[in-house]
Nanobody, 119 residues
Framework: VQLVESGGGLVQAGGSLRLSCAAS????????MGWYRRPPGKLRTFVAA???????NYLESVQGRFAISRDNDKNTVDLQMNDLKPEDTAIYYC??????????????WGQGTQVTVSS
């Protein structure tokens, strides 16, 4: 599956951004969709995920501020980010996950979109 992110940009601390990920296939058939991020000079880390069954999981530091959702008709997965902080600055990546031997594994990555939060 091919994934294309959009919606990144520059925002002041306390502001909001909505990222969107467009998939080339029916996302209803994908085990889970996720968002990851790579801050400057750091490794890529998990941010949020949404399973095909509707379960969500979030990085603790974004819990209550970020919300992942999907539109099966449009084959898109969004990440609403509120009350943004400078430490949220990163390249954000969309991912499709598949279950193998009981574990979720990354099947595809998007190209990433830059989010910069100024203080």
């Amino acid at each position: 599956v091919q994934l294309v992110e959009s919606g990144g940009g520059l925002v002041q601390a306390g502001g909001s951004l909505r990222l969107s990920c467009a998939a080339s296939e029916d996302i209803g058939s994908i085990d889970a969709m996720g968002w990851y991020r790579r801050p400057p000079g750091k490794l890529r880390t998990f941010v949020a995920a949404l399973t095909s069954g509707g379960l969500t999981n979030y990085l603790e530091s974004v819990q209550g501020r970020f919300a992942i959702s999907r539109d099966n008709d449009k084959n898109t997965v969004d990440l609403q980010m509120n009350d943004l902080k400078p430490e949220d600055t990163a390249i954000y990546y969309c991912a499709a996950l598949e279950v193998h031997s009981g574990n979720y594994e990354i099947a595809s990555w998007g190209q990433g979109t830059q989010v910069t939060v100024s203080s």
